[in-house]
C-alpha cells in the first residue's frame, strides 16, 4: 500500500508542476511491423492458444512477440512520454473469447505490464526521468446498455456482473506485472466503465494496493456524445464517485472536432484532465494522414486555453508525434484544478 500512496503522490505532483504526456497508438505501430498468422504464434504464446487463428489478436504479440511490444513501449518513453500504457486493450476473458484465448487472460496482463516497466526502467537509466505504467483497460466488444438486436431492445450481450469478472482479473494482472496506474479508456457505454471502476476497488482491498484511474471516454460523432448517449457532462457525473487522478477523452475524432467536447468536461470535472486523438480523421484507406507538426498544432491550443493536463496520442499517432506534442506542450501551465 505504502508503494502505491508513493507512487500516486509523486504522480500527482508532477501533474501540478507541468502536463504530462501519454503515448501513442500502439496498434499503429504493430501494424507498420507486417506480422503474418505464425508471427502471432510464435515464442512463448504456444502453450495458450490451439489451431484457432490468432491473426489480430495484438494483444497475445505480449507473449509472442515480447521484444517488439517492449521496443514499442521504449520508443515512446524516448520520445517524451511520462505515462506508457500496456498493450492491454482487448486482455480481458470477454474480448479474448474471440480467439479462444480465456485462459490466458492474467498472464497477458501480468506479462504486459512487465514488459512495459523494463522498457520504461531502460529509459529511466539513460536520462533519469521517471515514468508511469499505466495498465490499459478497454472497453471490451459488448455494451451493458444497449441491445445488439433491434428486434428485442431489452436484450443485453453481456450483464454488469460479467464485465465485472472478467476486468477484476484483468487488474489482477495489471497489478501484479507492475502498473502504476489503471486506465479505463476509448468508454462508450459508461455502465461498462462503471463496472471497471467496481472491479477496481474490488481488487484494490483484495490486495491491499490501491492505483490512480484514469478515465477517458470516447465522443463518437458530432452529436457531442459517447455511444449510449452521455454528453461530457453526464459522464463526468456518472464516474466522478471514483475519484479519478484524470478523466478525459480520447479516440474517435481528430483534436479539432474534440475540442469543444474537451472544454465541456473541462468546465466540469474535479480532477485533472486528458486528451489523446486521433491523428485526424482516417481516410478512404483507413490511414491517417495528420503529421505530428499538425496534431502537435492542435494540442498545443488545449493547453494554450488552459484544457488539459495530460495529453497523448490515439490511433494513427506514432513515436514522433508524441514527441512533437511533447515538445508543443513545454511551456505552457497545466489546467489548474477547480
Given at each position: 500500500?505504502?508503494?502505491?500512496?508513493?507512487?500516486?503522490?509523486?504522480?500527482?505532483?508532477?501533474?501540478?508542476?507541468r502536463?504530462?504526456i501519454?503515448d501513442?497508438?500502439?496498434?499503429?505501430?504493430?501494424?507498420a511491423?507486417?506480422?503474418?498468422?505464425?508471427?502471432?504464434?510464435?515464442?512463448?504464446a504456444?502453450?495458450?492458444?490451439?489451431?484457432?487463428?490468432?491473426?489480430?489478436?495484438?494483444?497475445l504479440?505480449?507473449?509472442?512477440q515480447?521484444?517488439?511490444?517492449?521496443?514499442?513501449?521504449?520508443?515512446?518513453?524516448?520520445?517524451?512520454?511520462?505515462?506508457?500504457?500496456?498493450?492491454?486493450?482487448?486482455?480481458?476473458?470477454?474480448?479474448?473469447?474471440?480467439?479462444?484465448?480465456?485462459?490466458?487472460?492474467?498472464?497477458?496482463?501480468?506479462?504486459?505490464?512487465?514488459?512495459?516497466?523494463?522498457?520504461?526502467?531502460?529509459?529511466?537509466?539513460?536520462d533519469?526521468?521517471?515514468?508511469?505504467?499505466?495498465?490499459?483497460?478497454?472497453p471490451?466488444?459488448?455494451?451493458?446498455?444497449?441491445?445488439?438486436?433491434?428486434n428485442?431492445?431489452?436484450?443485453?450481450?453481456?450483464?454488469?456482473?460479467?464485465?465485472?469478472?472478467?476486468?477484476?482479473?484483468?487488474?489482477r494482472?495489471?497489478?501484479?506485472?507492475?502498473?502504476?496506474?489503471?486506465?479505463?479508456?476509448?468508454i462508450?457505454?459508461?455502465?461498462n466503465?462503471?463496472?471497471?471502476?467496481?472491479?477496481?476497488?474490488?481488487?484494490?482491498?483484495?490486495t491491499?494496493?490501491?492505483?490512480?484511474?484514469?478515465?477517458s471516454?470516447?465522443?463518437?460523432?458530432?452529436?457531442g456524445?459517447?455511444?449510449?448517449?452521455?454528453?461530457?457532462?453526464?459522464?463526468?457525473?456518472?464516474?466522478?464517485?471514483?475519484?479519478?487522478?484524470?478523466?478525459?477523452?480520447?479516440?474517435?475524432?481528430?483534436a479539432?472536432?474534440?475540442?469543444?467536447?474537451?472544454?465541456?468536461?473541462?468546465?466540469?470535472?474535479e480532477?485533472?484532465?486528458?486528451?489523446?486523438?486521433?491523428?485526424?480523421?482516417?481516410?478512404?484507406?483507413?490511414e491517417?494522414?495528420?503529421?505530428?507538426?499538425?496534431t502537435?498544432?492542435?494540442?498545443?491550443?488545449?493547453?494554450?486555453?488552459?484544457?488539459?493536463n495530460?495529453?497523448?496520442?490515439?490511433?494513427?499517432?506514432t513515436?514522433?508525434?508524441?514527441?512533437?506534442i511533447?515538445?508543443?506542450?513545454?511551456?505552457?501551465?497545466?489546467?489548474?484544478?477547480?
Amino acid at each position: 500500500m505504502l508503494q502505491s500512496v508513493q507512487t500516486n503522490a509523486a504522480l500527482t505532483a508532477t501533474a501540478r508542476e507541468r502536463i504530462l504526456i501519454l503515448d501513442g497508438a500502439m496498434g499503429t505501430q504493430i501494424q507498420a511491423l507486417g506480422l503474418v498468422e505464425e508471427d502471432y504464434h510464435g515464442g512463448c504464446a504456444c502453450h495458450f492458444h490451439s489451431d484457432h487463428p490468432q491473426k489480430g489478436n495484438n494483444d497475445l504479440l505480449i507473449l509472442s512477440q515480447p521484444q517488439a511490444i517492449e521496443e514499442i513501449h521504449f520508443n515512446y518513453a524516448m520520445a517524451g512520454a511520462d505515462i506508457v500504457e500496456t498493450n492491454t486493450f482487448s486482455a480481458t476473458t470477454i474480448a479474448q473469447a474471440d480467439y479462444c484465448m480465456e485462459e490466458a487472460v492474467f498472464e497477458l496482463n501480468k506479462t504486459g505490464a512487465f514488459l512495459a516497466r523494463r522498457a520504461l526502467d531502460r529509459a529511466t537509466a539513460i536520462d533519469g526521468k521517471r515514468r508511469f505504467v499505466a495498465g490499459a483497460i478497454g472497453p471490451t466488444n459488448r455494451t451493458a446498455s444497449i441491445s445488439p438486436d433491434v428486434n428485442d431492445p431489452g436484450y443485453r450481450a453481456v450483464s454488469f456482473d460479467d464485465l465485472r469478472s472478467a476486468y477484476a482479473t484483468q487488474v489482477r494482472g495489471l497489478i501484479a506485472g507492475g502498473s502504476d496506474i489503471i486506465l479505463i479508456e476509448t468508454i462508450f457505454d459508461t455502465l461498462n466503465a462503471k463496472a471497471a471502476i467496481f472491479a477496481c476497488q474490488e481488487v484494490f482491498a483484495e490486495t491491499g494496493k490501491s492505483l490512480p484511474l484514469m478515465i477517458s471516454g470516447t465522443i463518437t460523432d458530432a452529436s457531442g456524445r459517447t455511444l449510449s448517449g452521455q454528453t461530457p457532462t453526464a459522464f463526468w457525473y456518472s464516474v466522478m464517485h471514483a475519484r479519478p487522478f484524470s478523466v478525459g477523452l480520447n479516440c474517435a475524432l481528430g483534436a479539432e472536432a474534440m475540442r469543444p467536447h474537451l472544454a465541456e468536461l473541462a468546465g466540469v470535472a474535479e480532477s485533472f484532465t486528458c486528451a489523446y486523438p486521433n491523428a485526424g480523421l482516417p481516410n478512404a484507406f483507413g490511414e491517417y494522414d495528420e503529421t505530428p507538426e499538425q496534431t502537435a498544432a492542435q494540442i498545443a491550443d488545449f493547453a494554450r486555453e488552459g484544457l488539459v493536463n495530460v495529453v497523448g496520442g490515439c490511433c494513427g499517432t506514432t513515436p514522433e508525434h508524441i514527441r512533437a506534442i511533447a515538445e508543443a506542450a513545454v511551456g505552457f501551465a497545466p489546467r489548474a484544478l477547480p
